[in-house]
């Protein structure tokens, strides 16, 4: 249940105030919003399994102890990451021959690889040795905050602005990432 709620809580508030919550904006206001769910589901469940696929073999070939260490510092690196902002242009929902739902997954695929999201459940997974509770954490987790922007996001963005969403976002990573070290640090002093 650790692994599930660990990775639900990263990657629920690294994707606040994400790119894609913009896109979902903007594919909600093209297409149905049935269509820009189901297809934001089948994206963000691709691309987590993945994370978390390479997460797991990950977690098998490194002992817990460096993995720990590992994972701190993507944590602070996600931060820093974070509070410097995606310098990318914002994506556009673009008409496609595919029709919405092949549109809004593959939108989803190519816009979380590699972004902070996808190494957070990666991470979690090398961290946990219960990789199902991983990719269901983050799966709900990142479906619920991009959920969030279809039914809440203009509202969002306009009492709370994206640059402080950012340094909340960024914030946790770097209390998470510090959290780790120091909880290391006394592990290996303490061994």
Known sequence: ????????????????GDKTQLIVMAFT??????SVFAGM???????HSLAVAVGSLAGQ????HLM?????CLFIGFGVWTLRGDDEEEEEAATSRFGPLLTVAMTFIVGEMGDK???AAMTMAAQYDSWPMVLLGAVVGMVLADSLGILAGAFLHRKLPARKMRYLSAGIFLFFGVL????SAFQGVFA
């Open 1 to 16: 249940m650790e692994a599930f709620l660990a990775s639900f809580l990263v990657v629920f508030l690294a994707e606040l």
């Open 117 to 119: 999201t996808q190494f």
């Open 61 to 64: 070939l490194i002992p817990v």
């Open 68 to 72: 720990t260490v590992i994972a701190s």
């Open 41 to 47: 589901t089948i994206g963000i469940f691709l691309v």
């Open 180 to 183: 780790g070290l120091l909880q």
């Open 29 to 34: 206001a093209k297409y149905r919003w049935q």
